[in-house]
């Protein structure tokens, strides 16, 4: 038996307006809640039980999951009232766990979607005998991460938490979000206030000469932390680049869900999801996007790499292209938004305000799009 837990509890503050109403790991990825994927990959390699460190919007995870016998996988809940940054979770939530000193436990942050093998990375912890083993990956740009040199044995050598100036970046190895630590490793963090385990614990484990373990994986990896990486991660499980057993339904080029309705007339494509009750109409083109629960597609629609809110409706020939519109906002007919932007929930943007281009009825998109603006679209 092994047991988990898995950090839930933060504002997912690049992903606004989509967690205004639902927490990150809870917004719904390849047609289930983020987190269903990574608790079924747990699952899969072996983990009995799974402590939820909940604090932003903790009940939604209690309604959805609830002591997941339905997931085949035992879960508990620990609230912070206050959020005690992801150290701090982790020894809260240790008051969950039943395992012994000398166990190992795995601890997710959860928003990774990953090839990883977790059963390895375990084993590979109790084997050497390590204080923690963290799962390393490397990137192209490291500065939004975790930096985490190791020697030819794979013993960490520093942990730089996201680097600020051109000589930190010292490698591109970063720490990827999943780790191991013996138990007792878990009951010396300090408790009852914030704890940031990158900016404290893991260099106090290392000052201290605690065996602290990074295993560089070359298998698929993405923090979906951002909208571009939220799109990106949905799709990619839909196209099947990256295993879960959580992806309902048969996929293709896009997963329509149960309840979905699809004109015939109009192309999905890219690994889109269409959700429960959303309506795509005649003509609409929709790439690499997500569509939420409710929501409407208008004719001749073109929906690029971007996200559409629960209830928001897209009007006729209206363009949008790495766009996150918000729950229950309207764009109506004939507008063509900027690459990026974000539109708050609830708002009404008339037909033909933003255009991107000038054209009858439109104007340049500086002018309309701050017009538009007026306190409540956001834009990137
Ligand atoms: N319970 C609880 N309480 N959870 C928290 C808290 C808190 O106070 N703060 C953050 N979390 C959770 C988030 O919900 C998320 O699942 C996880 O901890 C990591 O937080 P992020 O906000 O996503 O951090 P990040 O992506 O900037 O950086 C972290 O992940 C990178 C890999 O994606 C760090 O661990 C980096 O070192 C790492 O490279
Ligand atoms: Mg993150």
């Not at 974000?342 to 104007?363: D, E, F, W």
């Amino acid at each position: 038996m092994t047991e988990a837990i898995m950090l839930v509890g933060g504002q997912g503050t690049r992903l606004r307006p989509l967690t205004t109403h639902t927490p990150k790991p809870m917004l719904p990825v390849a047609g289930v809640p983020f987190i269903a994927h990574q608790l079924a990959r747990a699952a899969a390699a072996g983990v009995t039980r799974v402590v939820l460190a909940t604090s932003y919007l903790a009940e939604v995870f209690e309604e959805h999951f609830a002591d997941g016998s339905p997931y085949g996988i035992e879960l508990v809940y620990l609230t912070e009232v206050e959020p005690l940054g992801t150290g701090g979770a982790i020894r809260n939530a240790a008051a969950g766990l039943t395992c012994g000193p000398d166990e190992p436990v795995l601890i997710f942050n959860g928003d990774i979607l990953s090839g990883l093998d977790i059963a390895g990375l375990r084993d590979g912890h109790v084997a050497a005998g390590a204080d923690v083993t963290l799962h390393l990956t490397r990137v192209e740009d490291p500065r939004a991460f975790g930096l985490v040199p190791t020697d030819e044995d794979g013993r960490v050598l520093e942990f730089l938490e996201k680097p600020e100036t051109p000589e930190q970046i010292v490698t591109d190895q970063i720490n990827a979000g999943c780790y191991v630590f013996t138990r007792s490793v878990i009951d010396r963090i300090p408790a009852g206030r914030p704890v940031s385990v990158e900016r404290e614990t893991f260099p106090e484990l290392l000052q201290t000469g605690a065996l602290v373990r990074g295993v560089v994986d070359t298998s698929y990896w993405l923090d979906l932390g951002t909208p571009a990486a939220f799109v990106r991660g949905s799709a990619d499980l839909v196209l099947g680049k990256v295993d879960s057993p959580a992806v309902p339904g048969p996929t293709g080029d896009a997963l329509l869900l149960d309840g979905a309705t699809v004109d015939r007339g109009a192309v999905l494509s890219c690994g889109t999801v269409v959700a429960a009750g959303a309506v795509v109409r005649a003509g609409a083109i929709v790439e690499g996007s997500v569509v939420l629960p409710g929501a409407t597609i208008g004719a001749d629609a073109f929906v690029k790499d971007s996200i559409v809110g629960a209830y928001a409706t897209i009007g006729a020939r209206t363009s949008l292209d790495g766009a996150v519109i918000g729950d229950g906002a309207t764009v109506e007919a004939d507008n063509e938004l900027p690459n990026g932007i974000r539109i708050a929930c609830g708002v009404l943007l008339p037909v033909g305000a933003v255009r991107t281009t000038a054209g009858p009825g439109g104007c340049p998109a500086g002018q309309s799009t701050a017009a538009a603006v007026h306190g409540s679209v956001l834009q990137q």
